[in-house]
Structures are given as structure tokens and as C-alpha cells.
């Protein structure tokens, strides 16, 4: 079997080093800096010639990351890698994956190919905002779910009368796999986005007095979806509320109005990192390295994947 390298970009270092520490490696030696006017520049320092390469970077904002992840991509083509594979634990610009208006761009297209040209051979990513951007890709894809983590952790909660909340229609599927995971009941919010970034619950449909309850989403961003989910659940008279994501985005004021919010917890993953005084301590980080640290081995083996997406 040929070697597996991974490098990383400046997105989620962190992350990379845990998930090297799984696959008992070190991170390769890479320079990902700017140039003086600000351009990024990229140089491998090792020989990667018929090397299986990895490329760990998550594309949150700014686009400097997603950025990074494209030159570095480039360079590990250019440098004779025998496969590259983008590891991609956030990806980002997904939500614009259709033409809902007129004249606007399909941006998760347009990073499908803007990857796929700077010279990945196969993706790997988690927790897509629509699953139906891997058809974005003519190459390998290999989508991984947060949910094993996450339901661990909810499993240990002591939750009683559970319900599993979409807050919208997008995220129906991935609470529906969540509720039966943990016996749980289902329940779906209606919500509408009067403008852009702006939540608003139209109806709570079905039961939640008395019960426990956990808001699950993909991403929290501005947290008005949680935030607005939450008020309306309590008005409905949910007991413990509990709300989780895969990607947590927290942009602007999203802390604080977590914060505020009448949930007792956050819990989210490390796709994204963020500075440890930022968070509150309502939020409690999960680490998906194991998951991620798994697949890449088993990519790198040419072994199955299924049993990691249950
Ligand atoms: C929407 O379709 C997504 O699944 C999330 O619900 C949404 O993007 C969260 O955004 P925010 O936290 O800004 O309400």
C-alpha cells in the first residue's frame, strides 16, 4: 500500500491534527501563507510523487479558506500526487444550490467545479445543507453524517418523551433519521424567511407539551432558526430543550442570542472551529475526528465507508 499524507490549510488546523493523531501520522509539511498583498501562496516541502494525498480544509468565511483549499489542491496535482482527495468537514456556499429567484448564482456548483478543476480526484465532506449537491461532482464523493456523535451524546442525556424538532422542511430528513435512532417522535416547524437571514415560525405541527425536546438543524448561523424554533416550542409547552447542529456557522450575534434563548444546551461539532472564549457554556463541542480520521483511512485502503453512515 502507498503512503497517505494529509495537509491542511489555516481552516481548521486543529481539526487535522486530531484527525492525524487517529491515523497515527503527523500533518504533512506544508507552507500555506500570503504574499504581501494577500495572496495566498502555497508550497509542499516533502517529495508527495505517488503519494495518497488528503487536502483538509473546511470552506466557512472567509473565502480566503475556500481559497486556500483550491491552491493547495493545485500544488498537490502539480506535485505528481498519485490521488488527491479534498477533505472538505464544512462545506460551504452549499446553500445557494438552486436557482429560487431570478439572476442569482448557484454558488455549491460553482465550488463543485471550481475543486474539481484545481485537482481533486474524489471528495469527502459531512453533513451537506441538500445531499443533492454530490450530483454537482462527476467524481468520487464520499458524504459522511455527523449523527453517530451527536446521538451519542443525546443517548447519554437522560432526555425523557423525546422529540426530535426539524425547524424546517430542509432539515426533516435528518431529524426523521435521528427520531428513529432514539425512539423518538417527530415534529416539524413551519418556518418562512421574510428576507434573507431572517427566521420566523408560521406553526409548530405536532405534539410537544410535557416532552424533551431537540432542535436539529445542519447549521446554525445567525441561530434566528434555533432561537425562533425554541421560543415557539416553549410557548407550546416543551419540557428541556435542547438544540444541535452539525456545522456551527455562529455568525454575528448568534452566540448572544443563544445565549438568550430558552434552550438549555447547544451542541455542536468542531467542522468549524472558534475560539474557546466565544463560546458560551451552554455549548458543548463534538469532536467528528474519529469519524473523519476513519473514512480517510478507509478511502486510503479502498475499504467500504457504508458502516460509518448509520
Ligand atoms: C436552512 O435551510 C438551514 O438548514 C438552517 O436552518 C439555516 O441555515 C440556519 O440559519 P440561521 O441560524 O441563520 O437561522
Redesign the pocket.
Same mark, same amino acid.
Given at each position: 500500500m502507498d503512503e497517505l499524507r494529509v495537509f491542511t490549510g489555516n481552516a481548521n488546523p486543529e481539526l487535522a491534527a486530531r484527525v492525524c493523531k487517529y491515523l497515527g501520522t503527523q500533518p504533512g509539511n506544508i507552507d500555506v501563507c500570503e504574499f504581501n498583498d494577500g495572496e495566498t501562496m502555497v508550497k509542499i516541502n516533502e517529495n508527495i510523487r505517488g503519494v495518497d494525498v488528503f487536502v483538509f480544509q473546511s470552506t466557512f468565511p472567509p473565502a480566503k479558506n475556500l481559497i486556500e483549499l483550491l491552491v493547495m489542491l493545485d500544488a498537490a496535482k502539480r506535485a505528481s500526487a498519485r490521488r488527491v482527495t479534498a477533505v472538505v468537514p464544512y462545506f460551504g456556499y452549499a &446553500?445557494q444550490d438552486r436557482k429560487d429567484q431570478p439572476r442569482v448564482a448557484i454558488t455549491a456548483k460553482l465550488v463543485a467545479n471550481l475543486i474539481t478543476v484545481a485537482g481533486a480526484d474524489r471528495v469527502l465532506t459531512m453533513d451537506l445543507?441538500s445531499p443533492q449537491i454530490q450530483g454537482f461532482f462527476d467524481i468520487p464523493f464520499d458524504h459522511l453524517y455527523a449523527a453517530p456523535v451527536l446521538i451519542d451524546y443525546f443517548q447519554k442525556k437522560n432526555l425523557k418523551d423525546l422529540v426530535i424538532v426539524s425547524? !424546517? +422542511?430542509? $432539515?426533516v430528513k435528518m431529524a426523521r433519521a435521528f427520531a428513529k435512532r432514539l425512539g423518538a417522535s417527530l415534529v416539524l416547524i413551519d418556518?418562512r &424567511?421574510p428576507r434573507a437571514? #431572517?427566521?420566523e415560525v408560521v406553526n409548530v405541527i405536532g405534539e410537544v407539551e410535557g416532552r424533551d425536546v431537540v432542535i436539529l !438543524? !445542519?447549521? +446554525? $448561523?445567525?441561530?434566528? @432558526? @434555533? @432561537? &425562533?424554533a425554541a421560543e415557539a416550542l416553549k410557548k407550546k409547552g416543551a419540557r428541556r430543550i435542547v438544540a444541535g447542529?452539525t456545522h456551527p #456557522?455562529l455568525?454575528g450575534d448568534?452566540v448572544a442570542r443563544l445565549g438568550e434563548a430558552p434552550v438549555e444546551q447547544v451542541v455542536v461539532t468542531d467542522t468549524i472551529p472558534h475560539a474557546p472564549e466565544k463560546l458560551i457554556s451552554k455549548i458543548e463541542v463534538l469532536s467528528v475526528a474519529d469519524l473523519l480520521g476513519e473514512a480517510i483511512r478507509r478511502i486510503h485502503e479502498e475499504r467500504s465507508l457504508s458502516s460509518l453512515f448509520v
Open positions: &446553500r445543507h425547524p !424546517d +422542511i430542509g $432539515s418556518k &424567511r437571514d #431572517v427566521a !438543524d !445542519d447549521l +446554525i $448561523s445567525t441561530a434566528g @432558526t @434555533t @432561537t &425562533r447542529c #456557522v455568525c448568534a
